[in-house]
């Protein structure tokens, strides 16, 4: 990458928190895709330590800076990590906090079609306040800018909706986001091939769900191959990266594939911070007094 075109991975779970925010850097475009940020609510029967929740504020900070110089924003759907909200808890990113220059941005974003009504509301809160560039992308192009069709968040049938995955064109490179797949669709990860990228940046398996069957961690394990095998630089981040076995996973991948796979940490030359996975962790090495939260 050239410093007119890079790739900059903001939050992620290997980064401390609940996102898959980054920010594209063209000679004339400056794209932020999904920019939201979160911590578990709750994870064995603890809030956010401490540590995250200052970790969170820095990434939500850097977001903000980021949209502050933007020129396009890009959602893939409406989960609380990957969009700003109306009611956002102590831990997301906040509407009111937006800068200024957030409602002047060219939006790209998934369609309203089908969603639950919460989700709805978050995308009608969006195009409340950016008005008519607040354009649903599916299926379009735009300059270096190419859009999937809906494809499912997970499996195939399942009860979380879908997304829209992102495709820029960086002179001779390809840089893909495939937000939430979790690679547990074979059609979702041809589409991902097809598209030819050099760099993907995808969400991996979310392992540390018990409600994941064998089948579907096998059938993750297998179209990770299948896009090791076809793209120069993999990034597996977000809910794999949500429990220590989403380590050992991503490490056993490499070796498998005899080349480095990346987390998002990895690839911008930073140490691992699983915080969520090392919540309980967090509060045996640096209590917290009763009632914190509250306060």
């Not at 898959?20 to 895709?33: D, E, N, S």
């Not at 609510?41 to 809030?47: A, E, H, I």
């Not at 064109?169 to 091939?193: C, E, K, N, Y």
């Not at 993999?234 to 070796?255: C, F, P, Q, Y």
């Amino acid at each position: 990458m050239t410093a007119d075109r890079k790739i900059e991975i903001i939050g992620a779970e290997s980064l401390g928190v609940r996102s898959l925010c980054c920010r594209v850097t063209l000679p004339h475009r400056r794209i932020i895709i999904d920019p939201g940020v979160a911590l578990g609510y709750m994870r064995n029967g603890l809030k956010p330590h401490p540590y995250q929740i200052a970790i969170g504020r820095s990434i939500r900070e850097k977001i903000l800076r980021a949209l502050n110089s933007a020129t396009d924003v890009v959602f893939s759907h409406f989960h609380g990590d990957h969009v700003p909200l109306v009611k956002a808890n102590p831990y997301q990113l906040a509407m009111g906090e937006l800068p200024e220059a957030f409602g002047q941005l060219r939006c790209w974003s998934k369609s309203g079609d089908g969603l639950s009504a919460g989700m709805r509301k978050r995308f009608d809160d969006l195009a409340d306040r950016l008005g008519p560039r607040m354009r649903v992308a599916e299926g379009i192009s735009a300059g270096e800018l190419t859009f999937s069709r809906s494809v499912p968040h997970g499996a195939a049938g399942g009860n979380m909706g879908s997304v829209m995955m992102t495709r820029v064109t960086m002179g001779r490179r390809v840089f893909v986001h495939a937000s939430d797949i979790q690679l547990l669709d074979g059609p979702t990860v041809d589409r991902v091939i097809d598209w030819h990228p050099d760099i993907l940046l995808a969400s991996g398996p979310p392992l540390y769900l018990d409600r994941l069957s064998d089948t579907a961690r096998d059938s993750a394990w297998e179209n990770a191959r299948r896009l090791v095998r076809h793209i120069e630089v993999v990034i597996l981040d977000h809910h794999l990266m949500r429990s220590e076995e989403g380590t050992v996973w991503l490490n056993a991948l490499s070796a498998s594939a005899g080349r480095k796979v990346y987390c998002a940490a990895d690839y911008m030359g930073l140490p691992r911070q699983l915080l969520e996975a090392k919540r309980a962790e967090l509060y045996d090495q640096m209590p917290v007094s009763m009632g914190w939260h509250d306060a």
